[in-house]
Structures are given as C-alpha cells and as structure tokens.
C-alpha cells in the first residue's frame, strides 16, 4: 500500500451525495487477488478513514448469466479506480420513492477502514442490506461508514441482485433460485479472500443486518454454503423464522410474471428464455395477483425472495428446508449472535391499515402463516379467534384501531419469532445468543413521522439504522441527545465484533439468553439488562405456537 495526492472528486461527507465538490485527496492503493484498487482517504464526522468504492466480487451477471448464481470475478491488469460505487440493482428505490435504473452489472462491495496499516488484523464487520429483497443497496448515502470509523473495526457494504433479478425461482437447474443469497455468499468469499490486503482479519468476520438483511443474516446461520466463512452475526428486526423472510411460492410467481409480460406458458425453458430478453426497467416494482391458496397472508406480499430450492437438483444450493425445520432440528451456526427487535415494529404495517382492510375480517388472517400450513381448518379458526381477543378483544377491526394492529404485528410479524430463534439458539448451541429490544425515539426516528404514525407508541421498523449509520441521503438530525445514543450503540456493536460481547466502558451487564433465564438488553437513553421482556406477549404467542417448552429434536 502507498499513498498519491490528487485532485478529484469527492462525497462530502455533511451535504447529500449529488452535491459534489473537488479537492485534493490522498489516494490509497491496495493489492487484492483481482487486481491493484486505488481507493482515497475522506473527511468523516468522526475522523478521516479509507475508503475503496465499487470493488467487483463477482462477474456481471448479464446476458446468459442473468438469474443465475455468482460466478468468480475477472482479473483486471492497471491499476483499478475504487473511489466511486458501483451501479445498484435496477429498482424501485423505497426510500427516495424513485426508479433507480442502475444496472444488472451490479455486484460491487465497498471496503472502510480507519488505517490500511494497523498495529494488529481488525475485525471485519459486513453490511447485509435490507429493503424487502426488492429495494435497497450498499452506498454510502444511506450506510455512512463514519460512525464505525470511529472504532478499530473494518465496515464492509455491499449490494446483490433484488426482485426478479435475485430471486426469480423456476426450480429448474439453470434457475432455482435465491441467485441475490448467492451474491451475499459470493461477497463473503471474497471478504475472506481479500480482507487481510485491507488490514483486516479473515478470521474474524461479523456479518449484520436489518429488516431482510438481518433475515439474510439468518439465513446464513442456517445455509450450509455460508459455513466457515464468518465468525458472528447481527440480525435486526429480522430471523429466518418470519415468514415474510421467506416466500413459498417462488416457482407460480415466475409464471404469473411471464403471463403479466406477454407470455403465459408452462414451460419453464420457455418462459427463461423470454425473461432473458425482457428489459430490466420491466423487472422492477413488480405488481402481481394474489396466489389463490386458501391460506393468503400479508407475509406474501414480498412476491420475489428467498425460496425453498429442490433437493434433486444438481446444483449447490442455499437451503433445501424450511427455515422453522432447520431451526427447531438445529441446523444452525454455532457462533455469537446478537438478535432483537424495535419496540414498535408493526408500525411498518400499520401504516398501510386501509389496504388491508379487506383481508383483516377474513377468518384466519391474524393467524401466522407457518402454522396455517400445517393447521386443519377448525384449529385456525379458533387461534384466530383467540388472538382478536387479546389484541382486538374481539372487536371488528376499524381504520382507527393503529395501536392495536401495530401491537399485533409487532408480536406476530416481528418480535416472537425474533425471541423463539434465541431459544433455538441456545438450546443447540455453545456460544452465546445475546437478546435486545431497541427503544429510544430521538429526532433521529424519521420514519415514524415520514408515515405520518407519530399517535402510535413505540419505535417504528428499521429507524435503528439512523442510530447505526450516517445518512446524507435525507435530512435526519444529530443532537447531543442522539448522538449518546448513536455512539453506544455502535459502541455494542463494534465490542461484539471484536470480542463476541456487547459491552460498552460503561456497561457490562448485558447477559447471554438463557430458556431458563431470558434475558434482554433494553437499548434506550441508557442500558439495562432485565429478565422476560414482554413476557406476557410472549407466553401467548408460545401457547399459539404449542412452545411453552421446547426441545431437541
């Protein structure tokens, strides 16, 4: 590594990402086993760090490569500009309600780190986006680096294919699916090929995510093609246990896409080689009829995502089992994880009541779905009537009732599922699973007033993020009320990679999840470590699930 100055241009870190200005910057050079990558050292607000943008972990997947997984990426012989990202996946880009175009050629990573010479390999902290699998990506706009230059860690991001292009299903060998799991499995090969050029240790990788980057991240726990190549997880908001992690029916989707676009067939081969012509702007914000299974559920909506791939086919595959199988037979990683939930998720859901109105009065629509599948018709009907009770106490649901449905679905679509994953955990493993509930509301919770939800209690659905990252992409504030708040969590979050404990200078109590003693970090204006949070709710959902005990099966 050695370092230039040159005159270029850069983000700067305090204005939005389209406002650019030019300035005479260091320059950094690192070898990797692709290649040499020139990368420049930026002004953050919490220090100057190296930054190396637009790094290829993978080949393009365009042409014949488009819906299928990852392959190696070429080598390349000058020297490669890694200052700026690479393209995003084409997409509806939630966030900025906007097309993003972007491009299939997609699969970049970026690298941060404080120093490309430290005293000693630092740990490796790997960025798992979310967004639905249908939005999102790893730019800096969002997933500013600062706060975690501020640590002696390496922050790695990274994008992967979304939608159609990721997770398009036809169980076919050419296609079965989850291609956007595969790239994340492909970002951390190269993480563990290339991160020791960057000063970091390949030993020592902690993968984290929220939202579908945190079921991602749990996926991973359970995926035998991620084995061995991280060391720790994070999972936000999110466990491969919640059934909107997962879609069951990857394989109709695609052919209700070839019907929507011009072709109805049953020929998977066919229907490929159409899709392989149609633009990708036609592959984005995907709208689709209901799958008419008797057993609809909200957790559908998500119509392209991580599937189920078939067992016979000759292929590495992801996973060939349902989540909650592997789950409760204990097909998991035996690492440190840190698990946990907003106390207000369901807002995210809450938030759309009117269009669900139609959908919530129909019997069994509050029941999970994983049950529903395996469920006859009367023991449905009657869970669905025990759960009205306790959350509507069994009232009709009206567009007024925000609170009740946000308590809902924070239990039903979130934080149950979030805790039962930790008693899995525990039960099969040695190292630790660490439990939290996330409850500060600062002016850094935008979220909940951009939806216009600021009568409902609580926390919405992925505003921990602002507590995480720093975002020029929107106008989130930074006070010294925030700011304490922001730093000791990244304080938990770096110590965990480091270590494998969630500790801060001032906090050392946050103790492993036990079954028998079940403890949980609540994250607010300070930290406390208490025993069965939400105990009631949680004891309700296990007599739902036929979990008030659990055992190895």
Known sequence: MHWRSICCPVCTPSAPTSKRTSQVVKMAVVKTQYGVLQGCVCDGTEGSYVAFKGIPYAKPPVGALRFKAPEPPEPWEDIRDATSHGPVCPQYNERLERIDLGSEDCLYLNVYTKTLTPPHTLPVMVWIHGGGFYTGSGNSDFYGPDFFMAHDVILVTFNYRLEVLGFLCLETEEVPGNAGLKDQVAALKWVKQNIAAFGGDPNNVTIFGCSAGAASASLHLVSKMSQGLFNKAICQSGVCLNEWGYTLY???????????????????????????????????????????????????????????????????????????????????????????????????????????????????????????????????????????????????????????????????????????????????????????????????????????????????????????????????????????????????????????????????????????ERNCCIIGAKLSCTQDVDGEHMKFWDDIYGETEIKRL
């Open 250 to 516: 990857g394989r109709k989707r695609a052919f209700q896409l070839g019907k929507r676009l011009g072709l109805e067939t049953e020929d998977p081969q066919e229907l490929l080689e159409f899709l392989r012509t149609v633009p990708a702007s036609s592959l984005i914000s995907i709208q689709l009829p209901f799958i008419e299974s008797g057993l609809s559920d909200i957790a559908d909506g998500i119509l392209f995502g991580p599937v189920i791939e078939k067992s016979e086919l000759n292929v590495e595959k992801f996973i060939t089992d349902l989540p909650p199988d592997l789950v409760k037979y204990g097909k998991l990683a035996n690492v440190p994880v840190i698990v946990g939930y907003t106390s207000g998720e369901g807002i995210e859901i809450a938030r759309k009541l009117p269009t669900l109105m139609p959908f919530l009065p129909v019997p069994g629509a509050v029941v999970p779905r994983e049950l529903k599948l395996k469920w006859e018709t009367d023991k449905i009907h009657a869970s669905d009537k025990k759960i009205r009770k306790i959350h509507f106490d069994g009232n009709e649901v009206t567009p007024e009732m925000l609170q009740e449905v946000t308590n809902l679905e924070t239990d039903r679509m979130f934080s149950y599922n979030i805790r039962r994953y930790a008693r899995y955990h525990c039960l099969y493993n040695t190292e630790p699973v660490y439990l939290y509930k996330f409850t500060p509301e600062t002016e850094r919770n935008y979220t909940k007033k951009l939806y216009k939800m600021e009568s409902v209690k609580g926390v919405c659905h992925s505003e921990d993020l602002h507590y995480l990252f720093h975002v020029t992409c929107l106008d989130i504030p930074l006070t010294d009320e925030s700011r304490g708040v922001l730093r000791q969590v990244v304080k938990l979050w770096t110590n965990f990679a480091k270590t494998g404990k969630p500790t801060t200078d001032n906090f050392t109590e946050w103790k492993p999840f036990f079954e028998t």
